[in-house]
């Protein structure tokens, strides 16, 4: 791997914001492909990231100022893949339930699947399952990401699953679903399509979902 | 039918509960435990099976202690051996409501606020009014403490322990990113946490019917702690550590409640910290009696009852689990049964009911 791309894959795990958005400058004046920069430099950091995450190597401080560096590093880099049209993995919608207003889980699996390479939309928090099926009807969505902090609120990620299969957008979109209360057995019980219990293996979900 | 809750002839024996949980003392049925009540819970119980008048805390003295009162009989009639209570010391701080989607109830649920702290700079630091331990309401343990039924202990706590406060103050985005950014600033928050919180627990520990320190203070998530056990080890435990020494100074246990997957700092906890017990768990997480078959020979298991299955079950299928952890964890002692987190709006009464009914059938 180049220096350049190095010391973008190296600030990023040290969420070094500074030195990311310095090296993305010379990395775009250096002539280096988009493509190299996203994967070599930015995802692959992220997946770094993603996998100490999972082992225990490093916690959610660390994994939100990498996901902070990458973000900023994106920023710059954004114009020039939508004027080269290079192609995210595909569009993720994610949201926590109506009724739910803790968010940090849902913002780390929005930070996480973008390092990861994929087109997010964050809905917020207290989101109604209605605007989870505006959202879908109107875009080409993959992936609907759902997060709930309480066993009351969870339920509310049934009442979206059902507001989609009402509304005819089912089999559209795929459903992920996470959060404290929340399971693989429910995640099944709900009828969604996958459950992760956290941001780094909701990345890993999302990729097998859209394959 | 609630057919062996103490309603009418409760035999309260702190001092047994306290022997049991330390090992101390076995006994055949083990004793229950609950960090909180939620009062909607409360409230039917109270008025239904008691035939109280429900009276809402409003702030005032009086309503203070008919609610007081209430929940005195509350803990009394249901079978505990000690009422536990906690108030928070009045840290100012950012909260958001929304409608709690419990069923029947009608409060709303207030949300910490997890990316705008008060605390962002070292001039909201200064400026923050920091309570004062002599403005520091008191009455209620003190309250409690005078009108205690006989045999009957007070468990006490502040509300929120040191990394629930500092990511309250600094939202636990703004400790996420302060912990590299601004590690001085989180140093100068947490002490400043954990000194009025010993001041806090000095005066406690001088209540005549206190028979232990029980604080909650929730450092995991699903699948580990929410900062690293480094940062943890250098902000936060140590003021456990020092509370813990205050409590065993007088000769009282200190359980902890702390949510979320701790396993990563357990040996901290245990053979640092001191804690003597370890409250609250899911079953997603680890079940108690797993918890208890790897560190019930050091320290006590209290409550484990899943929430969700506390929340979601029929009271037939609680009272069969009651059985079940009675059968197992209790036959293991040094365990106390209860739910695994605390009883909150939206646990059915009827469960809940079935769950103390069926402890208490020995």
Redesign the interface.
């Known amino acids: 791997m180049d220096e350049v791309i190095e010391e973008i894959f190296a600030a990023i795990l040290r969420?070094d914001r500074n030195v990311v958005v310095e090296h993305m400058e010379v990395a775009l004046n250096s002539g280096f492909s988009l493509t190299t920069i996203l994967n070599e430099g930015m995802i692959a950091a992220m997946n770094e990231v993603g996998q100490r995450f999972e082992v225990?190597e490093?916690?959610?401080?660390?994994m939100?100022?990498s996901a902070?560096a990458m973000k900023e590093g994106l920023e710059i880099l954004k114009p020039h893949l939508v004027q080269a049209n290079v192609q995210t993995l595909g569009k993720v919608v994610v949201g926590t339930v109506r009724?739910?207003?803790?968010?940090?889980?849902k913002?780390l699996v929005g930070m996480m699947l973008e390092g990861g390479g994929f087109e997010v939309l964050d809905l917020g928090i207290?989101v109604p399952p209605e605007k989870f099926v505006e959202v879908v009807s109107a875009d080409a969505v993959d992936v609907i990401g759902i997060s709930a902090l309480?066993?009351?609120?969870m339920?509310?990620m049934q009442a979206t699953i059902a507001a989609l299969e009402e509304h005819g957008l089912r089999a559209k979109v795929k459903v992920i679903v996470g959060g404290?209360?929340v399971?693989e057995e429910y995640a099944q019980q709900i009828g969604a399509d996958g459950y992760a219990?956290?941001a780094s293996r909701a990345v890993t979900l999302a990729k097998s979902l859209i394959k | 039918m609630m057919r062996k809750l103490p309603l009418s002839d409760p035999q309260p024996d702190a001092e047994q509960f306290i022997d049991v949980l330390m090992g101390r003392a076995t006994q055949k049925q083990p004793p229950l435990v609950e960090f909180l009540v939620d009062d909607v819970v409360m409230k039917p119980i109270v008025t239904e099976m008691l035939g109280r008048t429900w009276v809402d805390n409003l702030g005032d003295r009086e309503t203070e202690k008919a609610y007081l009162d209430n929940m005195i009989e509350f803990w009394y009639r249901m079978g505990y051996d000690f009422i536990r209570l906690e108030r928070d010391m009045g840290f100012p701080k950012n909260r958001l409501l929304a409608a709690d989607t419990a069923p029947g109830s009608e409060k709303m649920r207030r949300w910490a606020d997890q990316h705008q702290g008060i605390i962002n700079t070292w001039e909201d630091f200064e400026t923050y009014p920091w309570p004062e331990i002599q403005n520091v309401d008191f009455f209620p343990f003190e309250y409690i403490s005078d009108r205690l039924p006989e045999e009957m202990g007070l468990i006490a706590s502040n509300g929120g322990g040191v990394f629930e406060r500092l990511s309250d103050l600094m939202s636990l985005e703004g400790l996420c990113l302060a912990l590299y950014e601004n590690p001085d600033l989180v140093k100068a928050v947490s002490d400043k946490l954990g000194e009025l919180m010993t001041k806090f627990y000095e005066h406690l520990l001088d209540l005549d019917r206190l028979v232990a320190i029980f604080p909650g203070d929730d450092m995991g998530f699903k699948t580990t702690t929410l900062v690293s056990p480094a940062h943890l080890r250098e902000y936060i435990l140590p003021w456990h550590k020092g509370f813990a020494a205050l409590t065993h100074q007088r000769g009282l246990p200190y359980f902890l409640h702390s949510c979320g997957n701790l396993e990563i700092i357990m040996e901290d906890l245990i053979a640092e910290v001191g804690i003597d017990g370890k409250h609250s768990f899911e079953d997603v997480i680890i079940p108690v009696d797993e918890f208890q078959t790897r560190y019930g020979d050091r320290i006590a298991c209290l409550g484990g009852m899943d929430i969700h299955f506390l929340s979601t079950a029929s009271p037939e299928q609680v009272r069969r689990q009651t059985r079940w952890l009675m059968d197992t964890c209790g036959a293991h002692g040094r365990y106390a049964i209860g739910s695994g987190n605390s009883i909150p709006s939206y646990i059915p009464v009827d469960n809940y009911l079935a769950m103390v009914d069926e402890a208490c059938s020995i």
Request: net charge negative; glycine share 14%; with cysteine.
């Open positions: 969420g225990g490093c916690f959610v401080p660390e939100m100022i902070r009724g739910d207003l803790h968010d940090i889980g913002n207290n309480l066993t009351t609120t339920q509310n404290a209360p399971t219990p956290d």
